[in-house]
């Protein structure tokens, strides 16, 4: 079992419509999650960090579920502009950074 | 905002060729790190960098070494560059991390896409 795991997608959603995608991570002693957007042929960037109580900015609300080991990323009002892959990042309990593979978002007119 | 620069955006090099990857950061970052990202495999770390002369193996360091003589240079080299070795090479810097800072993010340099012939 991989230690961060995504569905690698594409989800295909219409402009305007709210998706969200999950990510699971299998040490239950991870300290700290982010999520990062990558557009195509780019680097990533980050998008948000994830706390504990849950973290809103704008449209994007990220949650972090310890009991179930996931965090999730909720986008509303979607835009085209959030065409991206979108990496999920844990880091465990030794500081090191673990990430996923990444889930495909494409919005569409 | 944080700066991560990466000496070339594309590089095409020969097979046995050595290969100097360059980055550089400007604010101060304790760490710096080497990854490389191939289709379906995500991002996997080659080495990492906590200060100055110090280096760490990161998950598949075989093939390269790096180097850090100044806090804001982290170079990776390609001693005998192979074809396997073809990939986009990114590069990345964050603050130390201790439990009280946790959200340290990474901040990347822009990626050098890298074809060994």
């Known amino acids: 079992r991989k230690e961060v795991e995504q569905d690698p997608g594409p989800f295909n959603v219409p402009e305007g419509a709210t998706v969200a995608f999950n990510c699971t991570y299998s040490?239950?002693?991870?300290?700290?999650f982010f999520w990062y957007r990558q557009d195509c042929r780019k680097e990533p960037k980050l998008l948000m960090s994830?706390?504990?109580?849950?973290n809103e900015d704008g449209r994007f609300t990220a949650q972090l579920n310890r009991a179930s080991q996931y965090i999730s990323l909720l986008i509303r009002d979607s835009k085209l502009s959030d065409s991206a892959t979108y990496l999920c990042v844990v880091r465990d309990s030794n500081y090191q950074l673990i990430w996923g593979a990444g889930t495909k978002l494409i919005i569409k007119p | 905002d944080v700066k991560v620069t990466q000496s070339s955006r594309y590089l095409v090099k020969r097979t046995g060729e050595k290969v100097f990857l360059e980055c550089v950061q400007d604010?101060?970052?304790?760490?710096m790190f080497w990854y490389r990202q191939d289709p379906g495999l995500g991002l996997r770390l080659i080495y990492f960098?906590?200060?100055?002369?110090?280096?760490e193996k990161g998950d598949i360091p075989e093939g390269y070494s790096v180097s850090r003589e100044k806090k804001e240079r982290f170079s990776l080299i390609l001693e005998s560059a192979s074809t396997n070795q073809t990939s986009m090479y990114l590069c990345a810097s964050s603050l130390l991390y201790s439990p009280g800072r946790q959200n340290s993010p990474l901040h990347f340099g822009n990626g050098t896409r890298l074809t060994v012939t």
């Open positions: 960098s906590y200060d100055v002369k110090m280096k």
């Open positions: 604010m101060d970052h304790e760490n």
């Open positions: 994830v706390y504990s109580s849950g």
């Open positions: 040490n239950s002693a991870s300290q700290s």
